[in-house]
């Protein structure tokens, strides 16, 4: 019999008798982990995919700085250790040597759907380095690498004649049989109840960041998978480890806080305080500026400190950070003659649902991948342009370890 996971839903919720579709592989997020996992998917699987908001509204779109990838051999030591400095050395150890490992044969798939990272004047791929990085080794589209990645990845999952979108629909609960995951219930734009049955359920709801006054994310991003499941009896990790983004455009307005990218400081861009005067090292890890931040600010009474692009070349700044550049112009500041002024914002949770490493949940049949899980690959605090990398590495393992089950027959589920 098919029971409700996190008990009786909300009042205005009642599923008795509401519509129903059924599917092998549902997946609840469209960002580029649910987008990579739905490419990963045998193409004989049919798969539904569900959005809260509209497809673009993810967070994976706002991704400015880039994408880590194992440049050589040799940078296997110091980028595994580069991960686990900023994480505290609370990181789940084979989570990231499967992240490394499986980063550049990832890239060479984003290539072949057509995503393109900036290269140099010879035409090789242009690496650069962000806040703790101990080289380059991130690849980027500009300052849009998100954008280009998920956009690239959504037209490629468009293209499926297996996978369908649902755009304004929210999970509400979980649907369990014997234990296991057999679907979700949720409601559509009208707020009309729908009992999605699947064989698989992949949960992909991104972050927490609209609980947040001060965030980058999206506003819609409420931790849903979190909560569904925590009420479910699905185990979660480190939920108190939340990343705080040292840089975001300072505003009074109650809108979703900009992003000014942790590779302006790769690039060169220093930190003032109210007296124009240097007060950090600006790579060090997020947490590490932050906190230098917070005390500049409390120090100068301020609700903000400055951030100077005078070090960075003016071709630098209106190439590789062109969006950043107007958006700061069209809130009246122009980056390559003056300062802007900068204050930290929630940015990212390391924490999430528990998996393994190919992403599986303790619930049979249930899977969570990118923001919304805990792998463990970022310990207690992420590493810069590890983020987008790391949820679509563990967004494929999930898609083959249901691929393998459906092949080996395991798949069905009991009508």
Same mark, same amino acid.
Request: contains cysteine; hydrophobic residues 30%.
């Given at each position: 019999m098919i029971a409700l996971g996190a008990g009786a839903p909300a009042p205005q919720i009642d599923p008795t008798g509401c519509d129903q579709i059924s599917c092998d592989v549902l997946i609840v997020g469209c960002g580029v982990a649910g987008l990579y996992a739905a490419l990963n998917l045998p193409d004989n699987l049919s798969v539904e995919m569900i959005c809260k908001e509209d497809v673009a509204s993810c967070d994976s779109m706002l991704a400015q700085g880039g994408i880590c990838v194992q440049r050589d051999d040799e940078d296997y030591d110091p980028w595994f250790e580069d991960t686990l400095r900023a994480g505290h050395y609370e990181n789940?150890?084979?989570?990231?040597? =499967?992240? %490394?490992?499986?980063s550049r044969p990832l890239i060479d798939d984003l290539m072949a759907y057509g995503v393109?990272? @900036?290269r140099t004047s010879e035409g090789e791929l242009d690496y650069t380095r962000e806040g703790a990085h101990s080289r380059p080794r991130i690849l980027h589209t500009a300052d849009l690498t998100g954008a280009e990645i998920t956009t690239k990845l959504r037209r490629a999952v468009e293209a499926r004649s297996n996978v369908a979108i649902r755009e304004y629909t929210t999970m509400r609960d979980l649907l369990v049989e014997d234990g296991a995951c057999v679907g979700i219930l949720a409601t559509d734009g009208a707020n009309e109840p729908l009992m999605i049955l699947a064989t698989d359920t992949i949960v992909a709801t991104?972050?927490?960041? &609209?609980? #947040?006054?001060?965030?980058?994310?999206?506003?819609? +991003?409420?931790?849903?998978?979190?909560? =569904?499941?925590?009420?479910?009896? %699905?185990? +979660?990790? *480190?939920? @108190?480890?939340?990343? =705080? *983004?040292?840089?975001?455009? #300072?505003?009074?307005?109650? @809108?979703?806080?900009? +992003? %000014?990218?942790?590779?302006?400081? &790769?690039?060169?861009? %220093?930190? +003032?305080?109210?007296?124009g005067r240097r007060f950090t090292d600006e790579l060090q890890p997020r947490d590490v500026v932050t906190a230098a931040i917070y005390e500049q600010m409390r120090r100068d009474h301020t609700q903000h400190v400055w951030l100077s692009f005078e070090n960075v070349p003016e071709d630098v700044i209106l190439h590789h950070f062109s969006n950043i550049y107007r958006h700061c112009l069209e809130e009246g500041y122009d980056i390559c003659h003056e300062p802007i002024p900068v204050v930290p914002a929630q940015h990212y949770l390391m924490g999430g649902i528990?998996?393994?490493e190919c992403s599986r949940t303790s619930m049979p049949h249930l899977y969570a991948v990118g923001e919304t899980s805990c792998n463990g690959v970022h310990g207690a605090n992420r590493l810069a342009s590890n983020s987008l990398l790391e949820s679509m590495v563990f967004a494929r393992r999930a898609a083959l370890d249901i691929g393998g089950a459906h092949t080996s027959g395991r798949g069905g589920r009991a009508a």
């Open positions: 789940r150890r084979e989570s990231v040597d =499967i992240m %490394i490992r499986e393109s990272f @900036d991104g972050g927490v960041g &609209g609980l #947040y006054p001060r965030s980058t994310n999206f506003r819609s +991003l409420t931790g849903d998978g979190c909560r =569904i499941c925590q009420q479910a009896g %699905i185990p +979660l990790e *480190h939920m @108190d480890y939340v990343q =705080i *983004h040292p840089t975001s455009l #300072y505003t009074p307005k109650p @809108d979703r806080s900009f +992003l %000014i990218s942790e590779s302006c400081r &790769g690039e060169g861009a %220093i930190l +003032l305080d109210a007296h528990q998996v393994d």
